[in-house]
């Protein structure tokens, strides 16, 4: 039997979780387990997930990582499925809307055979206009690019082509990992050198195009469009957020 836990990682994303839990909500395999980990949010996001947990057509649970960083409350939430039974475990974020199928693509991605999972990035709709999610399509497409060509990203020690990985649209087994030493405690970014991890240990990673979230464009609002694209091309963020609200 397959126990399926999405884990969403959350820091002061009381304008946004909502709508994310609810996208949730509206899956069409429903057969999951949702964990919420609150990373020390000092508004009321923990408050909407005990809302949303007393209505949730899923068994929702919360912890809190008291850790700052993304890395550190993904780690904290994967491993506590594991401990509690999980066989498939699937992330997003809490600004993300998986689509219907979400779910149902990353169950039968990994239980085809797939270590892990990692599926397509599309804008969401209700921040930017077509001229925006046209901007972030360009974006992903030329981090795709810079990710393949770059030497650190290929070499004998990896066991999988490198492919765009989202951290917000994803799903692996257990066994892989905890095999690859799970996600890196640290803040963002953290997507590739998790990504990377996980190549040099399975060439079992399959891009899934029906696995789709609607990301959230903020930062490009927050950074503007030259350090949005450094950031999506592993520049960082330089002096600005990683983390921008």
Known sequence: MTALWVVVPAYNEVARIGATLDALSRQTDLDFTLLVVDNASTDGTAEVVRRFAARSPVPTRL????????GAAVDTGFRHAIAHGATLLARTDADCLPR????????????????????????????????????????VAAATTFGRLRPAHRGPGYR????????????????????????????????????????????????????????????????????TAAWYLDRGSGRLSPDPR
């Open 63 to 70: 912890v809190e990582e008291r850790q700052r960083g993304v």
């Open 100 to 139: 219907p199928g979400w779910v149902a693509a990353a169950r039968r991605t990994l239980t085809g055979g797939a270590a892990m999972a990692c599926g397509r990035i599309e804008a969401r709709r209700d921040e930017h206009g077509p001229l925006g999610r046209a901007v972030f399509r360009g974006l």
């Open 160 to 227: 999988a082509p490198y492919r765009m990985h989202a951290g917000n649209n994803m799903a692996i087994t257990p066994a892989a990992y905890l095999a690859a030493g799970g996600m890196p405690r640290r803040p963002s970014p953290t997507d590739r050198e998790f990504l990377n991890r996980v190549r040099r240990h399975t060439s079992a990673i399959v891009h899934d195009r029906t696995m789709v979230v609607e990301n959230s464009t903020r930062r490009l609002r927050a950074y503007g469009l030259r350090r």
